[in-house]
């Protein structure tokens, strides 16, 4: 629902084109980017570039004792850009993460779980006239147990985890299911929460069991989970290896040091998806904006937002992990809430033509 809702409000934005082909180099010419070169040979010129290539850096897919290449599954890894980058002076790494199976909603029975429902009161940032969700689609929670960790260890011998496989460091606070079982032995059960992808699918992320094993022990293990008994999988769990690059290489406007009119945003940069990566994205676009224009750059301060605490944390600290937002690196988190989130942004938003004077 996200993604079609972005494209809807894209596709109805006037002087925005599209154009469905893989970026496999940059044009650069005098130390400046000017464009791409696509898979398909296409030339697009440009006053700035912005790189968003989440996972696809050299994507490496782990499942089991299986090695993919792929940015996800069934999708190509970007190869060559890294190459490239690296080639004008960028320094890059590695990083992992990992993603739980997809599920048939429909083969769950959600009566031997614990239904989870959506705020009834849902308050927005902001006192502009936002429209209230109509609609909200429950979630559920159930549990693993000890039968199911004795069922996931036997997969232990073919997991790239422990065979050394994978070499990227992964996220700290989002442990796969096997690093919890063997992290937390004393613990008789995990917590798992069962998500709906969306209202016009039957697709089920099953938050919590991210995974690498094999597909085998997956699917063996999550039968013994209560509801999960008849589960039919739609995709396995798989770990994902990738390139970044350290964004201490970055200017706060999100800008490479040593390519001029390059912008990098999202993964690409070191920290997590969602959130962390939207905010980036947010931020390189309206400052390749404002550098095609000859204006200068648009800079949040640490105690303007959380997006300003995170490009500061990345510019002068970097990071060796994936990096996750939390109020404990703000310190002026009191400062930074929900409640007065218009108050602080909405006339910075205005003044760029972001928000209406509506």
Known sequence: LFALKWREMLEATPNVSFYQDMVKGLLVEKGKAVGVI???????????VVLTNGTFLNGVIHIGEKRLGGGRVAERAAEGLTEQLVSFGLESDRLKTGTPPRVDGRSLDYTKMEVQKGDEEISGFSYLDTEKPKNQRSCW???TSSEVHDILKTGFDRSPMYTGRIEGVGPRYCPSIEDKINRFAERERHQLFVEPEGWNTVEVYVN??????????QYEALRKVPGFEGVKFFRPGYAIEYDFFPPTQLAYNLETKVVENLFFAGQINGTTGYEEAA???LMAGINAHLKSRGEKPFILKRSDAYIGVLVDDLISKGTQEPYR????RAEFRTLLRQDNADLRLTEMSYRMGLASQE
């Not at 991210?210 to 022990?217: M, N, Y």
């Not at 937002?325 to 404990?328: D, E, I, L, V, Y």
């Open 38 to 48: 696509t898979g398909l040979g296409h030339e697009i010129r440009a006053k700035a």
């Open 141 to 143: 929670i159930t549990y």
């Open 208 to 217: 919590g069991f991210s995974t690498s094993l094999p597909e085998d022990v």
């Open 279 to 281: 905010c980036q994205g």
């Open 325 to 328: 937002m939390f109020t404990s």
